[in-house]
């Protein structure tokens, strides 16, 4: 089975972030930058396929210079090849954009499985995925909780988590999937396989390498203009000490005369 | 924005589910409305056998309704929807589409978008018209920074919104022109729906409830559940929960309330027995009041609480359900 996994570095969300003055963006200096959360489910999902039907993983990702770490875990968590698709042209890319290109990689390579994750912790936005799968003219399935292929009738079942429903799904392949959280439980790097990731090449494509030409990738629709702080909340009142039924009492009366929910 | 100098036409993609409109639906024309200011509002309603909206559509402010009912469209598919609306588009794209941040919403924005070349953008807090650009703000960076998202002049837009941050609209007298639109004879829909298995819930969906009660590892198991599922059904309120109950199997994991959950924005969050971690804060600092019931006083959640209740909440929640109940029963 020839599996793709598409991957991005994104700031380590257990640190705070710093804006940059200017809202163009956040400051890097010192920052942890690490592989996406969900992405790291969507290598394990891509290794344990793998491991199942045998096969290929490879790992990929639109970025600077500097995401070759988190091809580089990949790696390490035992995909077999990586690949780093950098162009100054890709620099303020829309996901549109980074669709495309990631599609231009992806296509001459007739993956049977194309997995993403179901967000970025970064940009939160959710659109590679599906942006990607239209490119591709995959089907698709998104934020999948559960994932079992049957290779010999190339069709795979996967469970969606909707609002207040559980979406048993068929999908042909080859497919995309972004996967949930909940899917599996991402393995760590083993200490031979950091040393083998180590050695192994990651090739680096631009858009010439891709076969892209700058009007195939063309402009972002959507353009980030700034970042700005969340408003700030402070603490309200403090009810301490109080009994139980004087606590109650104050729930009671901000529920109605603040929250006016009561 | 003045009225009359609003864009020409905005759709708005009708969520609906067992024959209901969805709440989100009726935030979502509330804001066409505005956007649109004189221009058409339109709804578009994909389905098989949906019951007359015309009436319930025009009262939030549609204009139109498109309506397509087609068996193809018994059941929300990627394929399916995107093909009918890329359909609709091809006859005349609106300025803007509008689609609630549900399952199904981000699972179809960024395939339609993809497919019509249009401009997106996802999880939008709000949304408005300056200089001819459709300018959002959506929370990144797991709602440590707000972005101000510019989609340019020349391009179709299309804008998932989080629900609850838009105001339902007041009901007007309006009633709406429905238009039926046939879907394409030869569309392709290669997933197949199997089954929509409901999780069985007392309360309503989490993303829209008006208030949540949430619980974390303070709760010490899933047999004190009951006591949010108690206090959730007197207050009409949804229940939710931090990830240390998900994770050790207490409550579904739809539950979960965070950076790797749900991102909720109701008037009011009760934390109970929940510390306020960063992760969890990124689903929920959204929330118009925060109340929390936490027995250590130097809590993180207290930092950011509106109201913080310094004590235990095996003793609070049984009271307290009693006194919303009380409260309820005297009007
Ligand atoms: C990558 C990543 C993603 C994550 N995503 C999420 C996420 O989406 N959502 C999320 O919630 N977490 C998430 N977490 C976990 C997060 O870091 C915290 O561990 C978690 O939020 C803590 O949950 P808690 O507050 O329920 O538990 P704790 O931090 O253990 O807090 C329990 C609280 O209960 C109080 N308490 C105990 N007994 C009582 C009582 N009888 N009465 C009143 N109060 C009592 C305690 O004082 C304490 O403050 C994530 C972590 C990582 C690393
Ligand atoms: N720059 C990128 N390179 C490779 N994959 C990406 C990139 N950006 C997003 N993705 C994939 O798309 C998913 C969703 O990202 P996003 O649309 O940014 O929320 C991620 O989990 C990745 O799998």
């Given amino acids: 089975m020839n599996i793709i996994v598409c991957l991005k570095q994104v700031p380590d969300t257990e640190a705070p972030i710093r804006i940059r003055p200017d809202g163009t963006g ?61 162009d100054p042209q890709l620099d303020g890319a829309d996901h549109l954009q980074v669709a495309r290109a990631l599609a231009a990689f992806i296509t001459p390579r007739t993956p049977d499985v194309v997995i993403c994750g179901k967000l970025s ?40 988590e909707l609002e207040g429903a559980v979406e048993v799904l068929e999908v042909p392949l080859p497919a995309l999937f972004t996967v949930e959280r909940s899917l599996n439980e991402p393995r760590y790097p083993s200490l031979p396989g950091i040393m083998k990731a180590k050695r192994k090449e990651i090739a680096v494509m631009d858009l010439a390498a891709l076969g892209l030409s700058p009007e195939e990738v063309g402009s972002p629709g959507a353009v980030l203009e700034r970042l700005t702080s969340p408003p700030g909340r402070t603490a309200g009142v403090q009810v301490n000490g109080a009994e139980p039924e004087a606590a109650v009492e104050a729930i009671i009366t901000f529920l109605s005369e603040r929250a006016k929910v009561l | 924005m003045a009225a009359g100098a609003g864009l020409s036409e905005v759709w708005v ?66 394929e399916g929807y995107a093909a009918a609306l890329a359909h609709l588009a091809a006859e005349g794209p609106p300025a803007l589409l509008l689609i609630g941040s549900t399952a199904q919403g981000r699972d179809l924005a960024p395939r339609l978008a993809a497919r019509l070349g249009a401009a997106v953008v996802t999880d939008c807090q709000s949304l408005d018209v ?38 339902v609209p007041a009901e ?104 306020g971690a960063p992760q969890h804060l990124a689903g929920m600092s959204g929330s118009k009041f925060i109340v929390a019931i936490n027995k250590d006083p130097n809590a993180p959640i207290f930092q950011l609480a509106d109201l913080g209740v310094v004590g235990d909440l095996f003793e609070i929640l049984p009271r307290l359900t009693e006194a919303v109940k009380r409260r309820k029963a005297v009007g």
């Fill in chain 1, 26 to 86: 956040i400051d890097e200096t010192g920052l942890n930058l690490v592989m996406n959360y969900y992405d790291e489910h969507a290598t394990e999902a891509a290794l344990r396929l793998r491991e199942q039907f045998g096969g290929t993983v490879t790992a990929v990702a639109v970025g600077p210079e500097r995401a070759r770490e988190a091809l580089r875990q990949a790696l390490a968590m035992g995909a077999d090849e990586a690949a780093l698709l950098r």
């Fill in chain 1, 121 to 160: 912790t970064d940009d939160n936005a959710a659109v590679v995925g599906p942006a990607l799968a239209e490119v591709l003219d995959l089907p698709q399935a998104t934020a999948i909780a559960r994932l079992e292929v049957d290779p010999n009738r190339a069709r795979a079942t996967v469970h969606r």
């Fill in chain 2, 13 to 78: 993609l009708v969520a609906h589910e067992g024959g209901a409109v969805r709440k989100i639906t009726s935030e979502l024309l509330g804001k066409a409305r505005a956007l649109a200011g004189g221009g058409r509002v339109v709804a578009v309603l994909l389905g098989a056998g949906v019951p007359d909206p015309a009436r319930t559509l025009g009262r939030r402010g549609a204009d139109e309704v498109i309506l397509v009912d087609d068996a193809r469209l018994a059941h929300y598919t990627t």
């Fill in chain 2, 130 to 167: 300056a200089d001819g650009a459709l300018v959002a703000t959506r929370p990144m960076y797991t709602r440590k920074a707000i972005g101000t998202v510019r989609l340019g002049p020349g391009q179709m837009w299309i804008a998932v919104a989080l629900p609850a941050v838009f105001p």
């Fill in chain 2, 172 to 275: 007007t007298e309006r009633t709406a022109e429905v238009r039926s639109a046939a879907l394409p004879a030869e569309i392709r829909i290669r997933t197949r729906v199997v089954e929509t298995r409901a999780i069985e819930r007392e309360t309503v969906p989490l993303t829209e409830a008006e208030v949540i009660v949430s619980g974390g590892r303070g709760l010490r198991g899933p047999e004190n559940f009951p006591l949010l599922d108690a206090l959730a059904r007197a207050l009409g309120a949804a229940v939710g929960s931090s990830r240390p109950p998900v994770d050790s199997g207490w409550v579904p994991h739809d539950y979960e309330i965070g950076q790797t959950g749900k991102t909720v924005s109701p008037q009011v969050y009760i934390a109970c027995g929940i510390s």
